[in-house]
């Protein structure tokens, strides 16, 4: 029970008396903290003495601690109290984190759009989920969020009776946007039903005063009457040997309104203006405990619903009836199990969800119901810092909410950066990204973001992303989506360049494979391309695996003789005696090929092979079948002039840890420098993992330098030529 009035805070004594009966947990070494925070309360003017009070007796009554109450004290009363390091110094570095935590709820709140124009953005709904989001978010401490809603309940209390009109409008609109579904989605339901019938009355104050004249009794008599059918349904429940738990309570008078305007009721046909909820172990006790309750009290005809033969859509399941309880005053009762109960309030048919409807977010559900059971564990016995522990390492760790200088609230995946950022807002303003402030400092564009920062995105007049951001380990991209933009802007800007790539890549491979190259159109359809420039690029960028273009290439229909390649000059000369760049000492226009036993590739030391009707078939020195050939058919060979379209295969191996991101890693570097991937296989032998990467280059250049960036891989304790 939410505590109504407290002692005057000169008298220490009595508040502290007060709390313990409400069930605070109070030690002797926490009463001086407390007398120190209720000696500042004394002093300060009378109306903020009120509001403090009543705040600490509201986290009293929800039985939490010493510093949340010093923290309560403290901020209600309003006044000077030095910085940061002299509150530590005086109450502790508990207090002084719990009340910076409700500071900040305190300011994100005041990004509310006031009550005249929050209606009139199209996203207003979004921006409002956001913003509950992201004062959840903000608490690092499950306290912060109850002591938040104490002192705007406290600030309520004084609200309906000395605030003006534009205060309450103001207090009623943060009521009914931020605070009030808070506590209702974390289950403080004697918080949120007080805050909602407090802002009803600032909202509609002739219309509350209606509602409780017609109830004809006040909510202490309505409070009173609950008792008194709790008690009498235990017993009978006892007696007729059921174990079960009953609770109830009385509709408080916002809710009451709400059901009359969305079933448009008179008050005389709300029937559950007065409620009770049984619990029982089974669903035959359900059942039994039906009949106890009609054989007690005479069953109103037609109001009887059975949402556990008949789940509703959520799959909220319980009995629901309405009776003419004592004195002839209407009575719902509720009967279901535990364990309906436990899904009704904390599952997918979780109160908070079914009635604020909207979209689903299961991720976020999930949490919201994790925070109720550490809330319904804080509220036990549990210690203050068990708890503080638990939520900063269990809750919203995978999500940050920040601003835009304009005030909108984004959530972004934990670790995203001020580059993710200017991504989602608009591809564009991440293109031409090339700084970032954050609180107004400029920051460095791959550091984390937290959640409350504003962010502003310094952007150039025109220009592109940097091909560092897609580098993992410079930590510039967090999220696959920016960095699938960036990809896609990369890709669009080497159009004519991926064109040629895959040119040259399909005439190798149909070399490789010992067949003619087909119309390019007829390939371009097996492969699922419309057009041959857009197959020629997907091939040039890897985006075709080797596999699937060499079935295309062997499933392809044969090339016409008659008909020429479009793409391939009608007056080209033969092919020269070359292959990659390699001539054969005092011979010209000799076929050579490249073996695929070493795979050699510029500036390798090399010699050739004569062999029978395939020419000469090229080695690197040192490879092992070098030995092996006859020597009289050995011939000198040498590197040529670079032709800009060479492309050599090589084997790369990489080993090192057990890192899951090894391959995603690599690929990533490789795809940067341009270098076309035709295999990849990893083998893991105990702890240590061996991938080996077939990869076109286009020299040794180019080929020291992958070998330079894969060795700084995360992981990788080795990089060499296979």
Known sequence: MIVQSQPAATDTAGVLSAWRTAGARIDAADEARLCDALAVVAGAVEDRMRIALDAAGILAA??????????????????????????????????????????????????????????????????????????????????????????????????????????????????????????????????????????????????????????????????????????????????????????????????????????????????????VRVLVDDVKDCYAALGIVHNLWTPFPREFDDYIAKPKANSYRSLHTAVIGPGDKVLEVQIRTHEMHQANELGIAA???????????????????????VLDWRLGDADSGELAESFRTELFQDTVYVLTPQGRVIDMPRGATPVDFAYHVHSDLGHRCRGAKVNGAIVPLNQPLATGQRVEIIAAKEGGPSRDWLNSALGYLRSQRARAKVRQWFNSQNLEQATAQGRTVLDKEAQRLGVALPPLEALAGVLGHGKVDDMLAAVGRGDVGTRAL??????????????????RDADAPPATGRTGGVLVVGVDRLLTQLSRCCKPAPPDPIIGFVTRGRGVSIHRASCPNVRQLTVDRQVEVQWGADRPDARFTVDIELQGGTEDTLLRDAA???????????????????????????????GGEQLARVMTVLRDVPGVGEVRRC
């Not at 005249?116 to 306290?143: C, I, S, T, V």
């Not at 409070?223 to 309570?249: Q, S, Y």
């Not at 062997?554 to 003789?561: I, L, Q, V």
Request: proline residues 3%; aromatic residues 6%.
């Open 62 to 275: 929800l039985r939490l601690d010493a510093e949340a109450l010093v923290a309560a004290l403290l901020l209600g009363a309003d006044v000077d109290l030095g910085d940061r390091d002299a509150v530590t110094e005086r109450w502790g570095p508990g207090v002084a984190a719990l009340m910076d935590g409700a500071r900040r709820m305190r300011e994100t709140q005041a990004l509310l759009p006031e009550a005249a124009n929050a209606r009139r953005a199209p996203d207003h709904a979004h921006q409002l989920e956001q913003l509950r989001k992201m004062l959840l978010a903000m608490a690092q401490d499950a306290r912060v969020v109850l002591l938040r809603l104490a002192e705007h309940l406290g600030w309520m209390r004084w609200i309906v009776r000395a605030g003006s009109d534009a205060e309450r409008e103001s207090a009623a609109h943060e009521t009914f946007e931020l605070l009030a579904p808070l506590a209702n989605r974390l289950g403080v339901w004697q918080v949120k039903w007080e805050l909602e019938d407090l802002a009803f009355r600032c909202r509609d104050p002739e219309t509350y005063r209606q509602i409780a004249r017609d109830l004809d009794e006040k909510r202490a008599d309505r409070e009173t009457f609950i008792a008194e059918v709790t008690t009498r349904l235990r017993d009978e429940l006892a007696t007729a040997g059921l174990k079960g738990e009953v609770t109830g309570r009385p509709k408080h008078i916002y809710s009451i309104w709400k059901k009359m305007q969305r079933k448009d009721l008179g008050l005389a046909d709300v029937f559950d203006v007065r409620a």
């Open 668 to 698: 990533d570097i490789l795809s940067r420098e341009k270098v076309a991937v035709r295999a990849a296989r990893t083998v893991t032998h105990g702890l240590r993992q061996r991938l080996r990467i077939t990869v076109d280059v286009a």
């Open 550 to 567: 060499q079935t295309a290439l062997r499933g392809a229909p044969a090339p016409d003789p008659v008909r020429r390649d479009p793409l």
């Open 351 to 373: 109160h908070w969800r079914y009635k604020e409807g909207g979209r689903r977010d299961l991720g976020f559900e999930e949490r919201i119901a994790w925070l109720r059971q």
